[in-house]
């Protein structure tokens, strides 16, 4: 394999790139745009400049790496996530090159750069890859001791399996949006605090989850496992994840099949993937795990990345309040686990599939990730700066989540996750 080049943290590029960008030339993520000009085009991302990687290609600078004419041609990243590691590799240190601050060739070349270079503001990004499957895990100790201390009590707070296997369930991927698309309030049957029937209406639960999730390649044919330390091989890259959730629809439909309608009319993800390649100077050690646990779960060296995420709330004409910080290197279970778990039966894994953290809350109350938990199902409703109070989300807020790593001086972030709760359609029968 390669070396990695393109994390050099000594590297300048000649954009301007501000201090507290996500968006370094050690990031260059991947994602999906559309121009001004109605042209959808792969690119990636300095300070507050898209890059098409088409007009790149074609124009010749990415000479001696083995790529198809038309890799960036589409509108999905899919393609290019199937040429593999060493591709993906090859392509990040070429533009770290590129971008370099004392590389002249694109960057006194005026008539290249009108065809390359795109004000972040002029862009509109898509959804990255078109999802094929999607898995949402449950992988959060604090969060599935919390959520079940709220409904079975301290002493069963963890189901008996929790601490063997990586939980998930298969969920929906044709309603997974991205960043800066509104969503609409649910609706759904609902049981009555204290009745046996139930009543059907908007949801009056709708909660936000703090995740991460994690893109394939293509990974395994059907009947082969990935090994635990070789998962990582299989993830292109991270987004952030707001798996909405309508906790009251949830609680009446979930036995014994577990989430549907609850979870399956949103969830929003950040549009620019950011490789495991960009990540690697952030990588800790996992929790301890508390049980033994079987050796295709054993995972060895650091697995996990210290990754600081935010989320706001900002009601409608009032300015965004900070609600919680919470950091990916809680999970109890990390990528390696989960993909070496979902892959022991013999299930393959495809180009562009997705798979869900489940919410990432740490050990302390502002670090809960989602109503549920910082209001504690309500009872303790959040105070807001214009006044009023939240138990879950109004019509008309919006969730924005955040998330970077920063260490040595380098920031390496994902930008937003943001999305407004628009009021439920008016449902006559």
């Keep these: 394999m390669i070396k990695i080049t393109a994390n050099d943290p000594h590297r300048k590029s000649w954009l301007d790139v501000a201090d507290d960008s996500d968006f370094p030339i050690q990031n260059l993520p991947f994602g999906v745009f559309l121009t001004a000009d109605d042209i959808v085009t792969i690119g990636t991302r300095i300070g507050d400049y898209a890059i098409d990687l088409a007009a790149l290609h074609q124009l010749g600078y990415f000479e ?15 393609d290019f996530i199937s040429s593999g590691r060493k591709t993906w590799r090859a392509v990040r240190n070429r533009l770290a090159e590129i971008f370099d601050e004392n590389n002249s060739e694109l960057r006194d070349n005026q008539e290249h750069r009108k065809n390359i270079l795109f004000n972040i503001d002029q862009v509109e990004m898509q959804l990255p890859v078109q999802i094929g499957d999607y898995t949402d895990f449950y992988s959060s ?16 707070a963890l189901m008996p399996n929790w601490l063997h296997i990586p939980v ?67 993830i292109f890259g991270l987004v ?13 439909e979930y036995v014994p099949l577990g989430p549907f309608l609850a979870k399956n009319f949103a969830s929003t993800i950040s549009p620019w993937i950011v ?40 009601p409608e004409n009032a300015e965004a309040q900070k609600i919680c ?6 999970m109890y279970w990390n990528m390696s686990q989960q993909l070496a778990h979902h892959t022991i039966n013999g299930c393959n894994v495809n180009s562009g599939d997705m798979m869900g953290s489940g919410t990432i809350s740490g050990p302390t109350p502002d670090s809960y990730g989602s ?10 409703p959040l105070k807001m700066n214009d006044g009023s109070e939240r138990k879950f989300i109004n019509d008309n807020d919006s969730v924005i989540m955040k998330g970077y790593c920063k260490k040595d001086g380098i920031r390496i972030g994902f930008g937003e996750c943001k999305s407004k709760l628009l009021p439920a359609l008016d449902l006559k029968f």
């Design 371 to 380: 109503m549920l938990e910082l209001t504690w199902r309500g009872q303790n």
């Design 168 to 234: 998930g369930y298969h969920g929906r991927s044709s309603s997974i949006i991205p960043s800066g698309i509104n969503i609409r309030r649910p609706n759904g049957q609902t049981i009555p605090d204290g009745s046996d029937t139930p009543v059907f209406g908007p949801s009056k639960q709708v909660d936000f989850e703090l995740e991460m999730a994690f893109i394939t390649t293509d990974g395994n044919a059907l009947g082969e496992p990935i090994p635990v330390n070789e998962a990582e091989d299989y």
């Design 64 to 78: 001696g790496i083995n790529l198809t004419d038309d890799i960036f041609l589409q509108d999905t990243l899919n």
């Design 240 to 252: 952030l994840f707001n798996d909405w959730s309508a906790r009251d629809i949830q609680r009446w």
């Design 141 to 156: 100790k604090e969060h599935a001791t919390n959520v079940g201390t709220m409904f079975r009590g301290k002493e069963n």
């Design 325 to 330: 910080s919470s950091n990916f290197k809680y």
């Design 275 to 314: 490789t495991l390649d960009a990540l690697q100077s952030f990588k800790v050690e996992s929790p301890k795990m508390e049980k033994p646990v079987f050796p295709y779960l054993q995972s060895t060296g650091k697995k996990s990345y210290d990754i600081h995420l935010e989320v706001y709330l900002q």
